[in-house]
């Protein structure tokens, strides 16, 4: 009931209807370390793409922050992040590298017709 109900004020907030997560489940073997360094960028960025702040450092439910060495982390597994950039900054680049690419095809799709 509790949850009935936290669902329909984020529906009436959001102006959406339905379930709160609609859409199929869907799910990947991840089986390379290059995709999960992707995955992880992926997510890093999802609060930008979806308008929510204007870069990966702004959004305080992330531990983007840790990634690139600007807050300590406790859950992060540096040896992984350690591996596959050789300073933090390396990794930010990687993302934003990511999100500028991202931002310049929104810009062009309107110009593309299907």
């Excluded at 004020?9 to 991840?30: C, P």
């Excluded at 959004?59 to 859950?75: A, R, V």
């Excluded at 990511?98 to 095809?105: H, I, T, V």
Aim: proline share 4%; aromatic share 16%.
């Amino acid at each position: 009931m509790l949850f009935n109900a936290y669902v329909q004020a984020i529906n009436q907030q959001q102006g959406r209807t339905g379930t709160l997560f609609e859409g199929r489940f869907r799910h990947v073997r991840v089986d390379r370390d290059e995709y999960l360094a992707h995955l992880c960028r992926y997510i890093h960025n999802n609060p930008v793409k979806a308008n929510l702040v204007k870069a990966p450092e702004d959004w305080g439910y992330s531990d983007y922050l840790e990634w690139i060495g600007l807050k300590p982390g406790m859950f992060i597994d540096e040896e992984f992040i350690n591996e596959r950039f050789s300073k933090p900054e390396e990794y930010r680049q990687f993302v934003m590298d990511n999100l500028d690419e991202a931002q310049a095809w929104d810009k062009m799709n309107k110009y593309v017709w299907d």
